[in-house]
C-alpha cells in the first residue's frame, strides 16, 4: 500500500508496507456491451487486511516454553520468526518468564518482551519488527496554525448529543444527610443561548 503526499508542486510517495489479503467480503462487477458481447467495465473489491503479525498470531507454541536467551531483543526475533530493529536498549529477560501454549500464545509472548523492552510492538513499512517506545522523545517541530503556520486548516468534527448545561446532582453526607445541587451554565452555552439540557449526577 502506498500513500501518495502532493501539494501544489510537491509529490511524494510513501511506503505503508506490505499486507496479505485476509478476507474479501464482498466483490462486484460492472459491465458494458463492447461488440456483440459484454465485458467487464469495472470491479469493486472489499479487502480485510492482514498486519505482518497476524501470521505470528496464528504461530502457537506446542507446550510451554522458556525463552532461550536473555536478551529481549534476541527473542523478539526467534519468537516471531521476523527481522528486527532495534529501536530501544535491550534488557535482560527475568527468570521466571514462560511462553504459553494457547491461542495467540505466540503474538502475546511478542507483546510481553516489546513491555520488557518499554514500548509497543509494530511493523515496519519493510515488513520488519520493531518496537515503539512508551516514553515520548523530544519534539523534532513544530506545526502551527494559522497564516503563519504550516496547517492552513483542519477537518475537525463536533458533537453536541452530550453536552449538557444544567446539571442536577443528588449526594449525600458520611452521615447520609441529603445533598441536592444543580449548577447551570453561562455564556454561549447557556440553556437561556442553546436551549436546556440537563443531566443528573448521582
Given at each position: 500500500?502506498?500513500?501518495e503526499?502532493?501539494?501544489?508542486?510537491?509529490?511524494?510517495?510513501?511506503?505503508?508496507g506490505?499486507?496479505?489479503?485476509?478476507?474479501?467480503?464482498?466483490?462486484?462487477?460492472?459491465?458494458a456491451?463492447?461488440?456483440?458481447?459484454?465485458i467487464?467495465?469495472?470491479s469493486?473489491v472489499v479487502?480485510?487486511?492482514?498486519d505482518?503479525?497476524a501470521?505470528?498470531?496464528?504461530?502457537?507454541?506446542a507446550?510451554e516454553?522458556n525463552?532461550?536467551?536473555?536478551?529481549?531483543?534476541?527473542?523478539?526475533?526467534?519468537?516471531?520468526?521476523m527481522?528486527?530493529?532495534?529501536?530501544?536498549?535491550?534488557?535482560?529477560?527475568p527468570?521466571d518468564?514462560?511462553y504459553?501454549?494457547?491461542?495467540?500464545?505466540?503474538?502475546?509472548?511478542?507483546?510481553?518482551?516489546?513491555a520488557?523492552?518499554?514500548?509497543?510492538?509494530y511493523?515496519?513499512?519493510?515488513?520488519?519488527?520493531?518496537v515503539?517506545?512508551?516514553?515520548?522523545?523530544a519534539?523534532?517541530?513544530t506545526?502551527?496554525?494559522?497564516?503563519?503556520?504550516?496547517?492552513?486548516?483542519?477537518t475537525?468534527?463536533?458533537?453536541s448529543?452530550?453536552?449538557?448545561?444544567?446539571?442536577?446532582?443528588?449526594?449525600?453526607?458520611?452521615?447520609?444527610?441529603?445533598?441536592?445541587v444543580?449548577?447551570?451554565a453561562?455564556?454561549?452555552?447557556s440553556?437561556?443561548?442553546?436551549?436546556?439540557r440537563?443531566?443528573?449526577v448521582?
Amino acid at each position: 500500500i502506498l500513500m501518495e503526499v502532493s501539494a501544489e508542486s510537491f509529490s511524494e510517495t510513501v511506503q505503508l508496507g506490505h499486507y496479505r489479503i485476509g478476507e474479501v467480503p464482498e466483490t462486484e462487477d460492472a459491465y458494458a456491451d463492447f461488440g456483440d458481447r459484454q465485458i467487464v467495465a469495472a470491479s469493486m473489491v472489499v479487502t480485510e487486511l492482514d498486519d505482518r503479525l497476524a501470521a505470528v498470531e496464528k504461530r502457537g507454541f506446542a507446550a510451554e516454553e522458556n525463552p532461550a536467551s536473555t536478551s529481549a531483543w534476541a527473542e523478539l526475533a526467534r519468537v516471531s520468526g521476523m527481522q528486527v530493529i532495534r529501536s530501544l536498549p535491550d534488557v535482560t529477560i527475568p527468570s521466571d518468564f514462560v511462553y504459553q501454549a494457547v491461542q495467540g500464545g505466540r503474538l502475546k509472548g511478542v507483546r510481553a518482551l516489546a513491555a520488557l523492552l518499554g514500548g509497543v510492538e509494530y511493523t515496519t513499512p519493510d515488513g520488519a519488527l520493531s518496537v515503539l517506545s512508551l516514553t515520548p522523545g523530544a519534539p523534532v517541530g513544530t506545526l502551527r496554525l494559522g497564516e503563519d503556520g504550516v496547517i492552513l486548516g483542519d477537518t475537525g468534527g463536533m458533537k453536541s448529543r452530550d453536552v449538557a448545561n444544567v446539571i442536577i446532582g443528588d449526594f449525600e453526607t458520611d452521615e447520609r444527610l441529603p445533598i441536592h445541587v444543580t449548577a447551570r451554565a453561562v455564556g454561549a452555552y447557556s440553556p437561556e443561548a442553546i436551549g436546556e439540557r440537563t443531566k443528573y449526577v448521582t
